[in-house]
């Protein structure tokens, strides 16, 4: 038996009522019908260009000047030292200054000579090491005639002497000593004694050798 007119009409009815309903769920969810059963979103961010590490800090060397200050400012110098570090010419120094590796440190050292100004005679030698920020004596030698200077990472200090009637340019004894930085401090590890003759370039004649 084929259902009547009002029974289809009912029937169509309710059906376009579930279809609305359908429809209006769909908006309220923000859904995109089919499509919103596809494969999850990936949360994966692209990675943007790597940022440039940044250049570690670098300690510029101290000027001429600034090493004289530090010498001048230095309690380990000797007062007579101090004294005659003055200007030979307008700002000129009577210094020498060497920048090194000597204690294995990050910064470099820096080896310092004072002397006169008429005839450059070594007055004093001094290695300073930064440390705590701040360069700091490591050592000394104030017996003139003295240098001190950089050897392959040793720290070589030649000490001249003097016999009577030495003139200033000519001493009759050289010591040549090495020292290398060990833990803390400097240590001597070798050492040349060498003697002279005060004949050459002093304008005499050799003595005579007695047989």
Known sequence: MRPSGALKAATAAVAAI??????????A?????????????SDSVVPGPAAKPSASPTTAE?????VVQLVKDDPQVARAVKEDLKPCVADEYPVDVSYGNLTHGTVSDIVVNVMTCHDAVGMGSYVYQMKNHRYQNVFKAEEPPVYAEIDRGDLVVTQ????????VSYPSIEEVITYSWR???????????NEYSNAVGNGGSAAPTKN
């Open 29 to 41: 969810t923000g859904g995109t019908g089919a499509r919103d059963e596809g494969p999850a979103r």
């Open 160 to 167: 001249q002497m003097y016999e009577k009637g030495d003139p």
């Open 62 to 66: 101290p000027t001429r000047l600034d």
């Open 183 to 193: 833990t803390n401090h400097f240590t001597e590890v070798s050492r040349t004694h």
């Open 18 to 27: 579930a279809a609305l309903g359908l429809l209006l769920s769909a908006c």
